[in-house]
């Protein structure tokens, strides 16, 4: 660190935080670095909570422990002071209520995105720093008025909070940076689709998620399955990150492997077809566009390729037929199930016993 003096982070982070970052680094336990540092292991857990505040003791030990300098400590002390009482004053502005009321802050703590707290100013500080802002007029700049902007602009209107959709689309991306992908390349994506269409017959979504993310990756784009909030109504979003690093996130949200599978080479099919400056967020209430038609009949014909559509069509309605129909085209039945009530050729309440659903653990 050439600079011990300069350090000012862009929003409210505690000084524990860089300790408990460079613990990790070093594979050092609480009770490692207390034992270094001759002090209680619980002075360590208040310091990384950010409960304890750094004396001139305490960063000399820091120093000597850890690295840096004593004023590097005592600096990174004090820039975090000066953060929370301005976190302070903002926190108990009517905008910051508000604000905080559209965060989906209690499901965020619960899957663990953020760290639980009890008060609004620890509330605040810690959706401030998931969403890597210093204000909230920033977070609205960010995401209200910049990335939701465009997604709502660009994909159907459905019901959704805006906060509730940003705080999944800001999970999406810290899972995605956790993803090792191969460059982008869409031809070999294209390519792999039929590879990915075989997964739809795997059962057990323990195997076939982490398969689909391996394949995805190794074209270059991550792919994220993630639960949403209640207020984000979102099954699915296609987007860039940069222009080397598509993501494609699921929800999983209708819980069955019809709706599931649709919605990835629904996705797959923005990526490959649209702009790559554009978001394809998609939920209830779909508008008919052209790029979502375009993505809706590129799904259906990488599902059940187009030698089978007139078969397909002419299908008796019952289990053992789509069953036969579904082996041999290579996918589930349960999305064969699904085609044909999308098609109209079956009642939405027929042969949804062969469609595969699913359940969110709590862990």
Sequence with gaps: MNDDTSFNPDWISPPGETVATIME???????????????????????????????????????????????????????????????????????????????????????GWVEAASDRVAKVAACLRFFGVSTVKAWRDTYSEGMLSVAFKTSPTFESDPGAVAAWLRQGEIEASKIECDTWDPERFRQFLSAIRELTREKDPDVFIPELIRLCASCGVAVVVLRAPKKCRAC???????????????SFRYLSDDHFWFAFFHEAGHLLLHSESSIFLEGEGRLSTTEEEEANTFAANTLIPLEYQDELMNLPANGVGVMRFAKRVGVSPGIVVGQLQHRGILGRNQLNNLKRRYTWTED
Excluded: C
Excluded at 57 to 86: C, I, M, N, P, V
Excluded at 95 to 108: C, G, H, K, Q, R
Excluded at 236 to 250: D, E, I, K, Q, Y
């Design 25 to 111: 680094e070093r594979r050092l336990t609480l009770a490692d670095l207390a034992r270094r540092m001759k002090r209680q292991t619980s002075d360590i857990e208040d310091l990384i909570h950010g409960r304890a505040a750094i004396t001139d003791e305490f960063a000399q030990q820091l120093a000597d422990t850890l690295g840096a300098t004593k004023a590097f400590w005592t600096s990174r002390e004090s820039q975090y002071q000066r953060d929370l009482a301005r976190l302070l004053q903002t926190s108990a502005s009517p905008e910051s209520a508000t604000w905080l009321s559209d965060i989906p802050v209690n499901e965020m703590a619960k899957w």
């Design 236 to 250: 699915g979003v296609s987007r860039f990150l940069t222009p080397a690093r598509p993501l494609l996130m699921l």
